[in-house]
């Protein structure tokens, strides 16, 4: 225990957080100090407050952010104010974004949308041709016929399957993930990726770099790159305040060959499968995609890859499509948080305002923007059936009591809310009327929505549909419904808390 706890002291983690916190202390011990000549600049800071706010409420964008830094800048002009502008300025993030724009206009020409599969879904169905145009335009991705998809209710039973297909690799292997933590999940598919480079396979893993301040040592890439394996860590985290570093890469993606390819919302850790007890039972849902569909997939991981250096390496891994049986149509997207276009927030909004019959909705987190409860309450205000199943054992007891306070509006709007009573739902997945769903990484709150790097599939006419609307009953068999008067029983000081950080929401 003495020999850990000196280890951390002295360790690059602790040296991290040292440098943060003098950052920290240095800025508000500024504010401080330039308080005490209030006399000289309350008046300017004022008048630079007002005009913030101004050129806030002006600005393109989500009204609940606007609303939070207005709050924020007015009633703390100095350091509010000071935030917002350190924030909006932040040569990193700009950096970054441009890089990306560059990435995206010159890969352009490899996801290339069929015309003969958009004329088949206009006939089939003119709301999804919309949305696919949309993702089109948005975030070139194209919709595919040619692909199919299967879907893992579990995360064990979609881990098994990953190891199964890992084994039949022949060219490449590209893994991206929010969280890779040593135990029995990474080590069964360290020992895979390990032996398929002994056998000419190229592998390449990428993690984000949170992972290295909790869960992984600093020089881990280096000991993955000892056994022939590429890796990058993405924004890991250094000892410089950086609001790149609050725009996280939250995607969950395992491309194999160009030929299969794997989502949804487990990490590579044994939370995820139920091998490491944290919140009770651990739901996590799992999609594989094959066919045509992959590729969207492969480009989504080589343009974060080369997020630095853009590399002329796309044909490469593009060249090679493989056609199945078609399965309906499969549309792969991803989020990124460099535009004021909101398209995981947008195809979810679709989803909501097209179903007929109904919405059935899981999500670990329920941190929404007044589009989202007004899409929701007016669905269920229209006689569709808006069910949502949410943790009862929470990870975060304040993002949970925050969630809460969405609850009564919610309710008395029509929205059924239900909490799974075993444990903690980490899927994110949308699935209506039989016949359209999303499966992904995208949570319902500000993170996925707005700042985090995210991705998703979107399923139409899929025969596995059935399935996943299948495993919603079957956890809603798990699950208590909420009512005005169970929300009630919470602690006073509980849902007080979480309408007071409803204010600071978008920022969280």
């Not at 407050?49 to 009633?75: D, E, H, Q, R």
């Not at 770099?209 to 000892?226: D, F, H, M, W």
């Not at 995820?272 to 590729?295: C, L, P, T």
């Not at 809460?404 to 509006?409: D, F, Q, T, V």
Request: glycine share 6%; hydrophobic share 45%.
């Amino acid at each position: 225990m003495r020999n850990g706890l000196l280890k951390f002291i002295f360790s690059w983690k602790m040296l991290t957080l040292v440098l943060i916190l003098v950052q920290i202390f240095i800025i508000f011990a500024g504010f401080y100090w330039l308080s005490e000549y209030q006399k000289f600049f309350f008046g300017g800071f004022t008048l630079l407050s007002l005009i913030l706010t101004i050129y806030i409420f002006n600005k393109p964008g989500n009204p609940a952010f606007k609303m939070s830094w207005m709050v924020i800048v007015l009633a703390f002009p100095i350091l509010g104010g000071g935030l917002y502008l350190f924030i909006q300025t932040n040569i990193g993030t700009i950096g970054v974004a441009k890089r990306l724009r560059h990435i995206f206009t010159s890969t352009k020409s490899f996801a290339k949308q069929d015309p003969q599969t958009l004329s088949n879904l206009l006939k089939t169905d003119k709301d999804i041709y919309n949305l696919a145009n949309y993702v089109l335009n948005s975030r070139n991705y194209p919709i595919y016929e040619n692909s199919k998809a299967t879907y893992y209710p579990l995360g064990e039973n979609g881990f098994k399957e990953m190891i199964d297909q890992l084994k039949k690799a022949k060219k490449f292997i590209f893994l991206e993930y929010f969280i890779i933590e040593d135990g029995i999940m990474w080590s069964s598919i360290l020992e895979v990726l390990k032996q398929k480079v002994k056998e000419g396979v190229e592998v390449r893993v990428m993690y984000d770099g949170t992972c290295s301040i909790a869960l992984l040592p600093i020089n881990y890439p280096k000991q993955l790159e000892s056994f022939g394996i590429k890796v990058k860590m993405f924004a890991p985290i250094k000892p410089a305040l950086s609001t790149h570093q609050n725009n996280r890469d939250h995607r969950k993606i395992l491309v194999i060959d160009n030929k299969i390819a794997f989502t949804g919302g487990i990490n590579l850790a044994d939370e995820y499968i139920n091998q490491k007890k944290r919140f009770g039972h651990w739901k996590d849902v799992v999609i594989m995609i094959e066919g045509e569909a992959v590729s969207s997939f492969t480009l989504m991981f080589l343009q974060m890859w080369n997020i630095k250096i853009d590399k002329n390496e796309y044909e490469k891994y593009l060249k090679d499509i493989y056609k199945v049986p078609t399965d309906g149509y499969i549309l792969p997207y991803s989020e990124i948080p460099i535009t004021h276009l909101r398209v995981a927030e947008n195809v979810y909004l679709s989803s909501i305002y097209n179903a007929k019959e109904y919405i059935h909705i899981m999500t670990p987190y329920l941190i929404i923007d007044n589009e989202m409860i007004t899409a929701l309450n007016y669905a269920a205000a229209s006689g569709i059936d808006v069910s949502i199943i949410m943790p009862h054992i929470p990870d975060k007891k304040l993002a949970f009591n925050l969630a809460k306070s969405y609850y009564p509006e919610l309710i008395k709007g029509g929205v059924k809310i239900y909490e799974y009573t075993p444990g903690f739902i980490h899927a994110k997945s949308f699935v209506s009327d039989d016949i359209k769903a999303i499966v992904g990484t995208i949570n319902l709150d500000y993170r996925s929505l707005y700042l985090h790097y995210e991705c998703a599939t979107y399923l139409y006419k899929c025969q596995t549909i059935k399935d996943i609307e299948e495993d919603f009953k079957q956890t809603l068999k798990k699950c208590e419904l909420i009512t005005i008067e169970k929300y009630k029983k919470n602690k006073l000081i509980d849902r007080f808390i979480g309408k007071v950080l409803r204010l600071f929401a978008p920022l969280m």
